[in-house]
């Protein structure tokens, strides 16, 4: 079992940045691949990114490419994603989720098996 919790959201203008934590229990996240998504008000919930178990590799929409990286600690059992030049459009309540690697196709809501509360971000202009 892996929990997830985020913290770090909040209020930002645009053109701010943002960095949000995803602490997780157990022993098995350095085993795990770690995705963010998002879904604003009304909208599908969506793929941010994720990072493979090592932290070698991160791949990300191409809505936030070049503006957001996500990292991790695996000593922390802690992944992060670093918002920076946001946007209004980036406005959403913000989930980090678990797959175990190797589940297939890592943009997808239904490879990963564990999910956080979610932390809202409000991006103001």
């Known amino acids: 079992q892996v929990q997830l919790v985020e913290s770090g959201g909040g209020l930002v203008q645009a053109g701010g940045s943002l960095r949000l934590s995803c602490a997780t229990s157990?022993?098995?996240?350095?085993?795990?691949?770690m995705g963010w998504f998002r879904q604003a008000p009304g909208k599908e919930r969506e793929f941010v990114g994720f990072?493979?178990?090592?932290?070698?590799?991160?791949y990300y929409a191409d809505s936030v490419n070049g503006r957001f990286t996500i990292s991790r600690d695996n000593a922390k059992n802690t992944v992060f994603l670093q918002m920076n030049s946001l946007k209004t459009e980036d406005t959403a309540v913000y989930y980090c989720?678990?797959?175990?690697?190797?589940?297939?196709?890592?943009?997808?809501?239904?490879?990963?098996?564990?999910w956080g509360q979610g932390t809202q971000v409000t991006v103001s202009s």
């Open positions: 990072i493979s178990r090592s932290g070698s590799s991160a």
């Open positions: 157990g022993r098995t996240f350095s085993i795990h691949v």
């Open positions: 989720a678990a797959a175990p690697t190797g589940s297939g196709s890592y943009d997808l809501r239904r490879t990963y098996n564990y």
